[in-house]
């Protein structure tokens, strides 16, 4: 994939959420509707056909160590949120602060880029992230709002664990759904992908006359383009010749995506300031254009 491309697909994301601002503007619609259609409904789906489309091979590992790496790095964003913020804010920095927009943004480039094995293990990465953002990182951000009991609650009615679940026993065994199933499902991948960027910016639109949050802002576009290239690479080279060429480079783009859209599905259906999530979720997209090309003449 060239330059060109890249950028052409950067600005279709972007595009896509600013049609969410022009529709958010004209018609009367609930950005937390959409959110609560695309935590409980699309995303396990897609977790769902994700892992089933994968082919087999020991993929697992990446799950794991995505999931990992992203559950420390939010620990470690909430422990600094706490020095900053005194209210909800630090627990927004801290889920945003644990992933990246490795399925909306990240796949489309993996899939262009790399061979089926190095799809795969993009794949797998994803889903790690994935589960990071629906347990893990949907507990820390519940914490702003609710008790921790109650919030464990909500983690453990997450559809997207036992869609994964599910799905990843049905691959051990080969008990897989028959084709037509399987490629009507794949239809809620494009659904994923343009409803999470459109809320984006269909939340921002709803917010008329709120300031923008420049602590946050630096904070979270700071984390993500600083601390998460700078992990990444510690951690490769920490790990030295136990992985290939291929397996870093998948790791180096996933490592340079903007930040979440699903910030922003997380904090409507919890409430947590979405506008400030909004905001540095689109201002990190836009920043893409510069970030992933450099990483891509980089991993080159």
């Not at 009991?149 to 453990?156: A, Q, R, Y």
């Not at 984006?200 to 008329?208: A, C, D, N, R, Y």
């Not at 300031?273 to 540095?280: C, D, L, V």
Request: aromatic share 12%; with cysteine.
């Amino acid at each position: 994939m060239d330059i060109k491309e890249v950028l052409t697909r950067v600005g279709f994301l972007i595009c896509i959420a600013l049609v969410g601002i022009f529709v958010g503007k004209k018609i009367k619609i609930n950005q937390k509707d959409i959110s609560t259609l695309l935590v409980y409904v699309i995303s396990p789906a897609v977790m769902f056909v994700s892992v089933l489309q994968a082919p087999k091979g020991n993929y697992l590992q990446f799950s794991i160590a995505a999931f990992l790496f992203c559950s420390v790095t939010a620990l470690l964003a909430y422990q600094m949120g706490r020095l900053i913020w005194v209210d909800h804010t630090k627990n927004l920095f801290a889920f945003s602060g644990g992933t990246g927009n490795t399925g909306y943004f990240g796949l489309p480039i993996a899939l262009a880029m790399f061979d089926k094995t190095g799809a795969a293990i993009a794949v797998f990465i994803i889903l790690g992230v994935n589960l990071y953002e629906f347990t893990v990182g949907y507990y820390i951000t519940s914490l702003g709002q609710h008790s921790i009991k109650d919030s464990f609650k909500k983690v453990i009615k997450m559809p997207i664990l036992y869609s994964f679940a599910l799905a990843y026993v049905l691959k051990l065994t080969d008990l897989t759904p028959n084709d037509v199933i399987i490629n009507s499902l794949s239809n809620f991948k494009g659904t994923y992908s343009v409803l999470g960027m459109m809320v984006i910016g269909i939340t921002l639109s709803k917010f008329e006359h709120f300031e923008v949050d420049l602590k946050f802002l630096a904070a979270a576009l700071g984390w993500k383009y600083m601390y998460w290239p700078a992990a990444i690479l510690l951690l490769i080279h920490a790990c030295g010749a136990t992985i290939g060429s291929t397996e870093k480079a998948v790791v180096l783009l996933m490592a340079c995506v903007p930040m979440a859209g699903n910030t922003v599905v997380i904090a409507n259906e919890l409430n947590v300031h979405p506008e400030k999530a909004a905001t540095a979720v689109m201002l990190s997209t836009i920043l893409a254009i510069v970030s992933v090309p450099l990483m891509m003449i980089f991993i080159n």
